[in-house]
């Protein structure tokens, strides 16, 4: 691991430590779209929390919500697509099969 690697790690410690809760709702909403629909990406989590009012403290929690899903044995990054959100720019995200 390289110096930006370890402080990318420690950014994402750092907000996970001040999210906990979001993140653990976060991540159970994955789990159960991935039983409905066998997959899900960043978009379809967002709108999610949008739409229940539920927001982190800081918007990089969100790396920590992917980064739980990719520990799990549950989940496999599948591919990518790009996210229709307007504010992200059709930036290319992550799809996650739920295995």
């Given amino acids: 691991m390289d110096q930006g690697d370890l402080l990318k790690q420690y950014g994402i410690d750092r907000v996970a430590s001040h999210n906990p809760e979001f993140i653990a709702t976060i991540v159970k909403q994955a789990n159960i779209f991935g039983q409905q629909f066998g997959e899900v990406t960043s978009d379809d989590l967002r709108l999610w929390a949008n739409l229940n009012d539920i927001y982190p403290d800081h918007s990089n929690a969100w790396g920590a919500v992917f980064r739980e899903l990719g520990k799990s044995s549950r989940w496999t990054r599948s591919g990518f697509t790009k996210s229709q ?15």
């Fill in 85 to 99: 959100i307007p504010s992200n720019h059709a930036r290319i995200i992550s799809v996650w099969k739920y295995v």
